[in-house]
């Protein structure tokens, strides 16, 4: 796959919209986690994720910790079809 995201088995998707406007629009505490994720979240796949998670927990801080456990998870497949089932981060697969 060419471009800055290496190699990955993660699907890519073109953008009809402005990301940055997107991402400015964000609440502030999921800008800050966004700005230290792993994946490289779009900014409408993030919000989507996280008011689902609000809906959910009722609470900001669970639904930051829910798009962690959904981002280990992602994290933990996308590394088993690249560097296979002894990989580290392959263990946390079934955790969420």
Not at 33 to 46: E, H, I, K, N
Not at 72 to 80: E, L, Y
């Given at each position: 796959m060419a471009g800055n995201l290496g190699r990955t088995s993660l699907k890519c998707k073109r953008r009809s919209s402005d990301p940055m406007r997107d991402y400015?629009?964000?609440?502030?505490?999921?800008?800050?986690?966004?700005?230290?994720?792993?994946?490289?979240?779009?900014?409408?796949?993030?919000?989507?994720a996280f008011d689902a998670a609000l809906s959910r927990t009722g609470g900001v801080g669970p639904a930051l910790a829910e798009l962690?456990?959904?981002?280990?998870?992602?994290?933990?497949?996308?590394?088993?079809?690249i560097w296979g089932q002894?990989?580290?981060n392959v263990s946390n697969v079934n955790r969420v």
């Open positions: 400015d629009r964000l609440p502030r505490e999921l800008r800050i986690w966004l700005s230290g994720a792993v994946l490289p979240w779009r900014p409408r796949s993030v919000r989507r962690d456990r959904i981002e280990r998870r992602i994290v933990s497949k996308d590394a088993r079809k002894d990989h580290p």
